[in-house]
Nanobody, 114 residues
Framework: VQLQASGGGLVQPGGSLRLSCAAS????????MSWYRQAPGKQRELVAV???????NYADSVKGRFTISRDNAKNTMYLQMNSLKAEDTAVYYC?????????WGQGTEVTVSS
């Protein structure tokens, strides 16, 4: 499985971005899909996870601002990011766990700055 993340860029504080993660093949309902991010000088952290069947979980720092979703028919996962803050600046990675094996996308950079 190959994952391709896209949609990053430069945005002003308070703005929005939507990240996409396209899978090379089908996304199964049982796949656990998630977004991580890594800011400069910091460890990679979990941002949001879509376990399956609509069950989602978010880091406290993004609750109410970010929304994870998936479109299995399009083999794509999304991260809608609203009310962006400077501290959201990071490289964002998508991840799939299928039957215990983890697959990572290459990362897309998000910079929140005026």
């Amino acid at each position: 499985v190959q994952l391709q993340a896209s949609g990053g860029g430069l945005v002003q504080p308070g703005g929005s971005l939507r990240l996409s993660c396209a899978a090379s093949g089908s996304i199964f309902m049982s796949d656990v899909m998630s977004w991580y991010r890594q800011a400069p000088g910091k460890q990679r952290e979990l941002v949001a996870v879509d376990i399956s069947g609509g069950r989602t979980n978010y880091a406290d720092s993004v609750k109410g601002r970010f929304t994870i979703s998936r479109d299995n028919a399009k083999n794509t996962m999304y991260l809608q990011m609203n009310s962006l803050k400077a501290e959201d600046t990071a490289v964002y990675y998508c991840r799939m766990v299928r039957f215990g094996t983890a697959y990572w996308g290459q990362g897309t950079e998000v910079t929140v700055s005026s």
